[in-house]
């Protein structure tokens, strides 16, 4: 598949999750989303959220994002 293609199914993937109390997970990743959120702090789809743009930016379909070394975080490296 080209490289287009793909990046076309995947941006349309991404709107689609907006929305991903909808989407139908198997329940051992659905478990282990849940899991994880709760160990977080932090909601299944802020979760999701950051699962999907890590992996695109991992396989270059989003820019990766520049941190800023002097700015405070609020969390652990």
């Given at each position: 598949m080209p490289r287009a293609d793909l990046q076309i199914i995947l941006r349309r993937a991404a709107l689609?999750?907006?929305n991903v109390a909808s989407v139908p997970l198997e329940p051992a990743t659905e478990?282990?989303?849940?899991?994880?959120a709760g160990e977080m702090g932090i909601s299944r789809p802020d979760l999701i959220q950051i699962v999907l743009r890590e992996w695109l930016e991992t396989n270059a379909y989003l820019p990766v994002r520049m941190i800023d070394e002097e700015s405070e975080t609020d969390g652990g490296a």
């Amino acid at each position: 598949m080209p490289r287009a293609d793909l990046q076309i199914i995947l941006r349309r993937a991404a709107l689609m999750l907006r929305n991903v109390a909808s989407v139908p997970l198997e329940p051992a990743t659905e478990d282990a989303l849940n899991s994880i959120a709760g160990e977080m702090g932090i909601s299944r789809p802020d979760l999701i959220q950051i699962v999907l743009r890590e992996w695109l930016e991992t396989n270059a379909y989003l820019p990766v994002r520049m941190i800023d070394e002097e700015s405070e975080t609020d969390g652990g490296a």
